[in-house]
């Protein structure tokens, strides 16, 4: 069994940065994909950025030049850093393990204007 639990929300303004971190049990941690995703009120789950076992990463369009997906296997955790946030970055962020095998709880981003 495999629990994922997020940190690191919180509420910022347009234009600050945040650090998400998804700290991971048990021991499959580093042969698997992890995943950021996020979900606004009223909107489905998106894919925010990647990061494969071998480090390599995608993001979504909306985040590139902005956010960062690094993973220390170490630690079994796996970070987002979030630069430049705007308003529209305001979600639930949750981590994933193995594209949608294990999820985190969620925490919430809100970026005021």
């Known amino acids: 069994q495999v629990q994922l639990v997020e940190s690191g929300g919180g509420l910022v303004q347009a234009g600050e940065s945040l650090r998400l971190s998804c700290a991971a049990s048990?021991?499959?941690?580093?042969?698997?994909?992890m995943g950021w995703y996020r979900q606004a009120p009223g909107q489905q789950r998106e894919l925010v950025a990647h990061?494969?076992?071998?480090?390599?990463?995608n993001y979504a369009d909306s985040v590139k030049g902005r956010f960062t997906i690094s993973r220390d296997n170490a630690k079994k955790t796996v970070y987002l850093q979030m630069n430049s946030l705007k308003p529209e970055d305001t979600a639930v962020y949750y981590c994933?393990?193995?594209?949608?095998?294990?999820w985190g709880q969620g925490t919430q981003v809100t970026v005021s204007s």
């Open positions: 990061i494969t076992n071998d480090y390599r990463t």
């Open positions: 994933s393990l193995g594209a949608g095998l294990y």
């Open positions: 048990g021991s499959i941690f580093s042969i698997y994909a």
